[in-house]
C-alpha cells in the first residue's frame, strides 16, 4: 500500500518529500522551522517539478503534526520527538518514521509508541544512530 498523504517534518533539503511524491503520494507537506531549509526545499520541489503536489512551509512539528496523512517522517531532535509523543495525532498516522535519533533514545521513543499500540516494523541502528519505522494498524489510508 502507498500513503496518499505524507507528512515530511523536520524536511530540511526536501529529500524525502520529493521521494514520497516520486513514490506515489498525492499531497506531500513538508515542514521545516529553519527558513534556509524552507527556501532550499522550495527550489528543490520547484526543480523537481513537483510543486503541485508537494507544499513546503515554515512552521514548528509540534503545531503541524495536527496535519492529515498516512504517513509522518521525521528527522529531528529527540526533544521535538518526546513533545510529539504527548500528541494524539500523533497516533492518527498510518506510519510513523523517525530518524536522526540516538539509539538510547530510539528505544525509549519505540517504547512510547508501543505503548499507543503502534507496532515496530522496521529499526535500523548503525553506529550510534537510529531509524524506526512503526505502524498502526486500526488507521485506514486517508482518502
Not at 65 to 91: G, M, P, W, Y
Amino acid at each position: 500500500e502507498k500513503p496518499k498523504r505524507v507528512l515530511d517534518l523536520g524536511t530540511g533539503s526536501g529529500i524525502l518529500a520529493l521521494a514520497a511524491a516520486k513514490w506515489g503520494a498525492e499531497r506531500v507537506l513538508a515542514i521545516d522551522c529553519n527558513e534556509l531549509a524552507v527556501d532550499t526545499a522550495l527550489r528543490n520541489v520547484e526543480m523537481n517539478r513537483e510543486s503541485a503536489r508537494i507544499g513546503v512551509r515554515v512552521g514548528k512539528a509540534e503545531d503541524a503534526i495536527d496535519e492529515r496523512a498516512d504517513l509522518v517522517c521525521a528527522n529531528l531532535h529527540f526533544q521535538v520527538i518526546e513533545s510529539l509523543l504527548t500528541k494524539e495525532s500523533l497516533f492518527e498516522k498510518r506510519w510513523i518514521i523517525l530518524s536522526g535519533l540516538f539509539v538510547k533514545d530510539a528505544r525509549e521513543v519505540e517504547r512510547g509508541l508501543n505503548q499507543k499500540a503502534i507496532q515496530t516494523v522496521s529499526k535500523i541502528e548503525e553506529r550510534n544512530w537510529a531509524t524506526w519505522v512503526g505502524f498502526n494498524p486500526k488507521i485506514e489510508l486517508q482518502g
